[in-house]
């Protein structure tokens, strides 16, 4: 099990960028990880993938290549790299990680979560 922590959120406008962190306590090597992002009154939805193994990245349709995710492992950090952004984009963005063969879009899949960082877009 790893311990998950975001930072990077904040207020921008539109066309802004942002770049997100995530530091994990404990190896990542064998992990794969993701960012979600939760945005008020809807579902918790995939954004991003990385699989442990280094031959799977995943994004989520929607993003038009707008976003990045990068990870060091010799650090424990991922980074997701959002630009271009818009206010739909507006929500808590998460860094999660599980075990296995791959990364999956399913929220239940993934056993340890950071706590959450936000990323405010205004038009």
């Known amino acids: 099990q790893v311990q998950l922590v975001e930072s990077g959120g904040g207020s921008v406008q539109a066309g802004d960028s942002l770049t997100l962190s995530c530091a994990a306590t404990?190896?990542?090597?064998?992990?794969?990880m993701a960012w979600f992002r939760h945005a008020p009154a809807k579902e918790r939805i995939f954004v991003v993938g990385?699989?442990?193994?280094?031959?799977?990245?995943n994004y989520a349709d929607s993003l038009c290549g707008r976003f990045e995710i990068t990870r060091d492992n010799t650090k424990e950090t991922l980074v997701l790299q959002m630009n271009n952004l818009k206010p739909k984009d507006t929500a808590g963005y998460y860094c999660?990680?599980?075990?296995?063969?791959?990364?999956?879009?399913?929220?239940?899949?993934?056993?340890?979560w950071g706590q959450g960082t936000q990323g405010t877009v205004s038009s």
């Open positions: 990385s699989s442990w193994d280094g031959n799977g990245t």
């Open positions: 999660a990680g599980r075990t296995g063969r791959a990364t999956t879009p399913q929220t239940y899949e993934y056993r340890d």
């Open positions: 404990g190896s990542i090597v064998r992990y794969n």
